[in-house]
């Protein structure tokens, strides 16, 4: 399994950025993915969430409203499009799945991107 992400950057406040989160080694259509972000000296916290068809999502309330999950199955491709950036949206930005297996859980993380809002 390995995760890819792309996409970050510094930007303004008020800006936008898509992040993108390549997957490869597993069947992604069967699997829920999400975003998580670290800020530094913070707890890493979950942003956004999709199921595997891409039927649900859900959002930290901090991002409602600004941020969109998406996903292409055709293209194994979670996107997350950050609106109305602030400069607490600063953090690392990290892909995540999991998947059971013979009883077991498996978590596996991307490397992470950088995300920087300047005031």
């Known amino acids: 399994v390995q995760l890819v992400e792309t996409g970050g950057g510094l930007v303004q406040t008020g800006g936008s950025l898509r992040l993108s989160c390549a997957a490869s080694?597993?069947?992604?259509?069967?699997?829920?993915m999400r975003w998580y972000r670290q800020a530094p000296g913070k707890e890493r916290e979950l942003v956004a969430a999709?199921?595997?068809?891409?039927?649900?999502?859900n959002y930290a309330d901090s991002v409602k409203g600004r941020f969109t999950i998406s996903r292409d199955n055709a293209k194994n491709t979670v996107y997350l499009q950050m609106n109305s950036l602030k400069p607490e949206d600063t953090a690392m930005y990290y892909c995540?799945?999991?998947?059971?297996?013979?009883?077991?859980?498996?978590?596996?993380w991307g490397q992470g991107t950088q995300v920087t809002v300047s005031s």
């Open positions: 995540y799945t999991y998947q059971k297996r013979d009883g077991n859980d498996f978590d596996y």
């Open positions: 080694g597993f069947t992604f259509s069967r699997y829920a």
């Open positions: 999709i199921t595997n068809a891409g039927g649900s999502t």
